[in-house]
């Protein structure tokens, strides 16, 4: 299929982002695999606590530290004064029932080596877990507009989509207020795109991506309202209000009641199985509520 360079909007990938534990590090990358659940990787571990639910850094900032490598055939995980952890990539290991907010979700034990590691570095009970690909966990129907969209461990969506501009218009607001600037993994989108307005990608249809191997289709669904995570600063795990406060002056977004949104949710409409690459160009259509 040609890719169409007559829509609305233009623009690039700048920056791919993979999180494969959920909630710590992410990976920067030049190029990595869409499937149906998102980025290859992204979300599939996660770290829980003795009862199987959630653990992610508003509870636990220190999280922030944890880096993740990608191996050919393992995860490799580091952290500040840990030995590092290495974790097969296979989706193998005793089931485990855990939550994902309201989601019951199954998923395979990672080993006692692994739960050593992380609640030694948190400083409490805890495991890591792998996704169970067997599972479909769908997206809201509601958002998705009825279609079946599926993820792994991400709060909700498979895909976070923000752009270049929008950072550096919060950049200019924090610069105002005398505070430090901030950087993007502090939102953990997955895929940054650049040649765009701020916040653009709150007012796109389907977003096209001149990909390899084919045309990939990522469709926003709804606005990532925001927590507190975007306040810890990932290189250290300190935490400040600066982010929070500039956002809540700018960013109250009437259609989702008042939160404050930063990026939008999307789901893979079309493009499994492609490679998306830093540079490759991507285009849109306007669509306003």
């Known amino acids: ?25 992410g990976i920067a990358v030049r190029e990595a695999r869409l499937t149906p659940t998102g980025l290859e990787w992204d979300r599939a571990w996660m770290v829980v606590d003795a009862h199987g639910e959630f653990l992610t850094q508003r509870t636990l900032p220190r999280m922030a530290l944890v880096q993740p490598e990608l191996g050919s055939t393992e995860l490799i995980l580091r952290a500040p004064g840990m030995p590092v952890l290495r974790v097969t990539m296979q989706a193998k290991g005793p089931a485990a029932a855990v939550r994902v907010w309201d989601d019951a979700v199954p998923a395979l034990d990672a080993g006692d080596g692994a739960a050593r590691w992380f609640s030694e570095f948190l400083g409490l009970p805890c495991r890591l877990v792998r996704f169970d690909p067997a599972h479909r966990r769908l997206s809201s129907l509601r958002w998705t507009g009825g279609v079946e969209a599926p993820n792994q461990f991400a709060d909700a969506y498979p895909v976070l989509v923000a752009s270049e501009a929008s950072i550096e218009m919060l950049n200019h607001r924090l610069d105002g207020m005398g505070a430090p600037p901030a950087t993007i993994e502090r939102f953990r989108p997955n895929v940054v795109i650049a040649g765009v307005e701020a916040h653009d990608e709150d007012r796109i249809g389907a977003l096209f991506v001149d990909a390899d191997g084919g045309q990939a289709c990522l469709q926003p669904v709804k606005p990532c309202t925001r927590c507190p995570i975007p306040d810890i600063d990932p290189a250290t795990a300190e935490s400040t209000t600066d982010v929070g406060d500039a956002l809540r002056a700018y960013r109250q977004d009437r259609r989702m009641d008042g939160a404050i949104t930063f990026g939008t949710n999307a789901i893979v409409l079309e493009g499994a199985g492609c490679v998306l690459r830093v540079g490759q160009r991507v ?3 306007w669509q306003f509520d």
């Open 283 to 285: 285009s849109a259509d």
């Open 1 to 25: 299929m040609t890719f169409r360079t007559d829509r609305d909007l233009a623009g690039t990938i700048s920056r791919l982002f993979v999180h494969p534990v959920k909630s710590c590090a």
